[in-house]
């Protein structure tokens, strides 16, 4: 049976082919999924340790308990101790610990008095395992039993304290066991070994009273007996180590370290939850919405290649159905020829499997590095491992692509040679036809896109509040196009008909016979159209998609921000003297900002001065002429910006101000308007309203504490710098820069170099970036990219092989055309008028529901990426260059076939053609 | 009465592997009296079929000349033979071979609108049905009628543009005996009553004795010739 089954697949080797691509594209998107998640989701969970890094300058993984023995209360101590021991029991992961005991500051003084050295406070201290983390710098490491105690110091606490190496001190009222008071001698100097270890949650600087000496000399000082007065501090670092934690991790490290904190709490510890908790849990909710969304995505590439599987398969049987039946009639029954099948299919699908594998790892990583819709950069690659979640999803698509292949047989299993005849050139209603599902479909895809585009507003809440969007949504879209195609498919005969009746029955033999073929034999075409349909419809729609949603986000990042750089000089004031008492209004100082104008790269800079009212208006202060030269108009208001800025030119207290002044406030043009700031007043005359003005956000939707939303209106007044200056005072602006080309790179250089401390600095390309390695956006191109290569692949093949096989099996009735003396090239013309009414208008048919769907779903799409951003109106954008694409891949497949047809015309002998018809 | 087609030492080879030649056909000559049933018989493989495709203009002998009504459609380009194909000839084949799409009236319109005709199709069509005996069911579709009845069809259309000749080979191959009977008939009718030359293949003995000239072939030679009176009934 092997046998047999190994030389019909040499036989079919095109089709086998085709079910392979078909197969290893399924089985490798379908790995890449679990494969992108989880590397990817160990990156996001690593930008946000990093973020917290930068933000917070501090660890994320550090755990803290702290407890000050005062009196007698020394077993809180050894249960603390205790429990920290455990840690890496407890905990289990990669961790640091670090214990640190100290005395309560105590006075000193040096035994050999120096002029410039008084009276000091310091700390006795022991930091475990602080002898293999240190550097000395000068002297030498303390050595533990002398009489006069030995000591180390920081640098900033031999500053900070004013002593030197070899400085002795006593302590006034800390006493030896004799009862004798303390001394201790500084013999050496340190820094840290590794200052970006994790051991130093504190940094040895910090340490700036403390006298560093031997565990067994502190511990005969205070720790022998736990019972006396003396006040000593113990703190306890436990320190994991989040650069190694993995997103699986997760679970068990929550729990765990909570029962470690909740211990340490029980035993009567002050403890500090560390960083990485609370940063589990705003991943989590990130990355569910992240995932959910892109699984969305995934979805109906993979319901394609499914089809993709079903029509190639189903092509393969009806090609095979003679021999099925033969073997039929010889005595086979359904479940031989099932079984024959089934291992057809699971051959095939573990053979895919192999190369699925390593295709899908290298789809990963091509996902992680896309910039942009079909635009990739280099990037640190991901770590992508074979985990149990992507051999299950790799199963999944194996079993999937099984069934597929093989459901179609169990209706040709049935039949033998008998009835094989006469089923035969029967082209009746299909089921879908008779039940009108395609007029269900399309309804109820219309009915959820109404629905979803009411809810609108609850869905940007929903969005904000960190759920994913509905999958119903994506689903909608998705029955829009499989319904406008079925109805599309329904409609098409009447078309045929009707254009067959217009052009009448004089026409070229070969066109006559054409029209016939498509009106008698038009429903068997029904699942290449419907295919068509769907992969251009979605190849545009993806596109759509992709280019739509981050052309969208830049631009609302961009009229956010204002401009290219918007930043703040840090103004020297006279602060110090006001709380000194010495002056009672804050004055600043105004630097020169025109030296950034002489910056080369710098095309422009503007002041702003962005400031809020007592009333909570935004006011923003500009100089009319140099905002014009910065700032970028929308386009979207009843006048150009540059109209609004020559009206506010004309008159120095002249303001512009947002459109809710007027809707709202009942404001009108000439109203006069009086702006507090700092008590200030100034009166102002509306000479204009605005619904956009760079960075002016009407409304903006919060997030209340119980989880409800709350939109909130947001006011902006527009006015002259010079005349507010005068009426409020000089304050620090920002400076919006327009730069030359993209690179601010000059301009950091420029302050580094100048030393200019700065307030702000906001970059636009940064935040650019930021969007584009977000893993939301990231993935999204990636996915979207990804299902538009395969769209092209499936077309390309789909097509191709579809067409030139259906074409095979009526090489018996050419050889009829031609022994009746039709010309080859009248064949020819006869499969191009085929083509036009089919292929061609469905591939047109499939342009146009892709715009459609576009043009309603992308809004409700986009809702998932720019909830908490958009203030622009949603552009549409579909790239040409897309199109092109798709086009030119659909004709280059229109030409192979057409040439792979003109050469099987062209190469047909007539008489051998004719032979096939003798069975 | 005259011949209308004759052959000059016709051989058909084919390259077969290694380099050597098969002969299908080997120095035949032969003529096709005009109005006449012409039977070409033989066995399986004794190149009766390939001998009536080349007088059908659908193959080319290697070697020798073939004159139909006067002309060497040897000399003729492939546009030429299309024409000639789709003007003086009409073809039945041994399978069935209605174009699935059409139904029957449709069948031999499409054979008239290839021919060029251009006045009356209608009524050819229907004429030609007629002649057939199937002017009752002349809008079903082949797969709805039997063997038989659609290889009648096929002979209506065959016939259908007047062609100087028909050529049918093996037409009643997949037939049962009695329907190859009346076909034989309907051949027999068509020659007497409308004056049609027809060449027909076969290697249905019981069916030889209708002819009027009967032409023998085995292993690609030409091993008998004989004229004979058709017996009635």
Redesign the interface.
């Known amino acids: 049976m092997f046998k047999f089954l190994l030389s019909k697949l040499m036989h079919k080797k095109w089709m086998v082919l085709c079910l392979l691509i078909g197969n290893i594209l399924l089985i490798s998107i379908a790995v890449s999924y679990p494969m992108y998640k989880q590397a990817s989701l160990n990156r996001m969970l690593n930008d946000e340790f990093n973020n917290y890094r930068e933000k917070n300058a501090g660890n994320p993984g550090v755990i803290t308990f702290e407890y000050t023995k005062k009196k007698n209360a020394g077993d809180v101590f050894v249960t603390l101790d205790n429990i920290y021991n455990s840690a890496n029991d407890a905990i289990g992961a990669q961790l640091v610990g670090v214990r640190v005991y100290a005395q309560a500051p105590s006075k000193a003084n040096l035994v050999n008095p120096r002029d410039d050295v008084g009276e000091l406070k310091l700390r006795l201290t022991n930091m475990s395992g602080v002898e293999e983390q240190v550097s000395i710098v000068t002297g030498q490491l303390y050595s533990e039993g002398q009489d006069v105690i030995q000591a180390i110091v920081s640098e900033n606490c031999m500053i900070a304290q004013n002593l030197m190496l070899g400085d002795e001190l006593a302590f006034t009222n800390v006493k030896n066991a004799a009862d004798n008071k303390v001394r201790v001698v500084i013999v050496g100097v340190f820094r840290e070994m590794d200052a970006q270890s994790d051991y130093w949650v504190e940094g040895a600087d910090d340490y700036a009273d403390n006298l560093f000496i031997a565990y067994s000399d502190f511990e005969k000082l205070y720790l022998q007996d736990l019972n006396t007065s003396a006040m000593v501090k113990g703190t306890w670092y436990t320190v994991v180590d989040t650069g190694k934690l993995t997103t699986a991790d997760i679970p068990a490290i929550q729990a765990k370290t909570r029962d470690y904190i909740k211990s340490a709490k029980d035993a009567g510890g002050t403890t500090k939850e560390p960083a990485y908790l609370e940063i589990f849990e705003e991943y989590s909710s990130k990355a569910n919405r992240v995932m959910a969304s892109l699984m969305i995505l995934e979805v109906p590439i993979l319901i394609l290649l499914c089809a993709f599987l079903f029509m190639i398969s189903g092509q393969m049987l009806s090609m095979e159905q003679n021999e099925i039946s033969i073997l039929k009639s010889r005595g086979a029954s359904g479940g031989q020829i099932f079984g024959l099948y089934l291992m057809q299919s699971g051959l095939l699908a573990v053979l895919s499997a192999v190369v699925a594998l390593p295709l899908g790892i290298f789809m990963t990583q091509l996902l992680g590095s896309s910039n942009a819709f079909l635009e990739f950069v280099r990037r640190r690659a991901l770590d992508i491992d074979i985990t149990a979640e992507v051999l299950l999803y790799g199963l999944a698509a194996v079993i999937v692509s099984i069934l597929v292949t093989v459901i179609p047989v169990i209706s040709y299993s049935k039949v033998s040679i008998v009835n094989l005849k006469q089923r035969?050139?029967?082209a009746g209603k299909r089921l879908w036809q008779k039940l009108y599902l395609d007029v269900v479909i399309l309804a109820v895809s219309i009915y959820g896109y109404y629905v979803f585009s009411q809810q609108k507003e609850e869905m940007t809440v929903r969005v904000m509040s960190g759920s994913s969007l509905d999958p119903l949504l994506y689903f909608s879209s998705s029955l829009f196009i499989l319904g406008m195609g079925l109805v599309a498919i329904r409609i098409w005969p009447w078309l045929v008909k009707l254009v067959f009746k217009l052009v009448g029955r004089a026409i070229k033999?070969e066109t006559?016979?054409s029209f016939?073929?498509i009106i008698?034999?038009g429903s068997k075409q029904m699942f290449i159209m419907m295919f068509l349909v769907l992969t251009v419809a979605l190849g545009i729609f993806n596109s759509t998609v992709a280019r739509t949603i981050l052309s969208n986000a830049t631009q609302n990042t961009a009229y956010r921000l204002g401009a290219d750089i918007v930043m703040q000089e840090k103004w020297k004031d006279n602060s110090a003297a006001v709380r000194a008492g010495m002056a009672t209004e804050l004055i600043y100082t105004e630097p020169d900002y025109s030296k950034f104008n002489a910056i080369d790269g710098v095309a422009n800079v503007a002041r702003v001065l962005d400031t809020k009212a007592t009333d909570g208006a935004r006011l923003l202060g500009i100089v009319t002429n140099e905002f014009g030269l910065v700032a970028q108009d929308t386009g979207l208001d009843d006048y150009a910006l540059i109209d609004y800025l020559n009206v506010l030119a004309t008159t120095s207290n002249a303001v512009l101000v947002s459109e809710n002044y007027r809707s709202i406030k009942g404001m009108d043009i000439g109203d006069s308007i009086t702006v507090t700031v700092d008590g200030k007043n100034a009166v102002c005359k509306i000479y204009g309203f605005f619904n956009y003005f760079p960075t002016y956000v009407a409304k903006t939707v919060q997030i209340l504490p119980d989880g409800s939303a709350q939109t909130v209106d947001n006011y902006m007044v527009v006015g002259n710098l010079s005349f507010i200056q005068s009426k409020i005072s000089v304050t620090p602006y920002d400076l919006w820069v327009d730069l030359k080309g993209d690179n601010a790179d000059a301009v950091a250089a420029f302050i580094a170099e100048n030393k200019i401390t700065m307030a702000k600095y906001d970059v636009l390309q940064n935040e650019f970036y930021e969007i584009r390695n977000d893993t939301l956006f990231q993935g999204t191109s990636g996915i979207l990219t990804m299902s538009f290569i395969v769209i092209l692949i499936l077309c390309g093949v789909g097509f191709l092989i579809y067409w030139v096989l259906s074409i095979r099996e009526r090489e018996?009735?050419f050889g009829?055309?031609r022994?009746?003396?039709?010309?080859r090239r009248g064949i020819i013309r006869m499969l191009l008028n085929e083509q036009l009414f089919s292929s061609v208008l469905f591939i047109g048919v499939g342009a146009g529901i892709g715009a459609l769907v576009s043009t309603l779903f992308v809004p409700l799409i986009q809702i998932a990426y720019t909830a908490d951003n958009q203030v622009l109106p949603l552009k549409l954008i579909t790239q040409s260059s897309d199109l092109v694409r798709l086009f030119v891949i659909i004709a280059v497949m229109f030409i192979i076939c057409m040439a792979v047809l003109a050469r099987i015309v062209f190469s047909m002998k007539?008489?051998n053609a004719?032979k096939l018809?003798?069975? | 009465m005259g011949n209308v087609i004759e052959t000059a030492n016709i051989s058909r080879a084919f390259s077969v592997a290694g380099g050597e030649k098969f002969y299908a056909l080997r120095d035949v000559n032969i003529a096709i009296p005009e109005n006449k049933l012409t039977i070409l018989k033989g066995r399986s493989g004794s190149g009766k079929t390939t001998l009536i495709n080349i007088l059908g203009a659908l193959d080319m002998p290697t070697e020798g000349k073939v004159t139909f009504a006067g002309q060497d459609i040897t000399a003729m380009n492939e546009q030429e033979r299309e024409e000639l194909r789709r003007t003086q000839i009409g073809f039945v084949f041994q399978s069935v071979s209605l174009i699935p799409i059409m139904t029957a009236y449709e069948n031999v319109e499409f054979a008239l609108r290839l021919a060029g005709v251009k006045e009356n199709i209608k009524e050819r069509a229907q004429e030609s049905l007629k002649m057939v005996g199937l002017a009752a069911r002349m809008y079903h579709m082949p797969q709805e009628l039997s063997g038989g009845e659609q290889q009648r069809v096929a002979i209506a259309r065959a016939i259908a543009h007047r062609p100087k000749v028909v050529f049918a080979d093996e037409p009643t191959a997949e037939l049962d005996t009695g329907t190859s009977l009346q076909v034989m008939k309907l051949f027999s009718e068509l020659v007497e009553r409308e004056g049609i030359t027809i060449i027909m293949t076969t290697h249905d003995r019981g069916l030889m004795g209708m002819g009027g000239m009967l032409y023998e072939l085995s292993d690609g030679q030409l091993v008998n010739a004989q004229e004979k009176e058709a017996e009635n009934g």
């Open positions: 035969k050139n029967r033999p006559y016979a016939l073929q008698r034999t018996l009735l009829v055309f022994a009746m003396g039709m010309s007539i008489t004719l018809g003798e069975d």
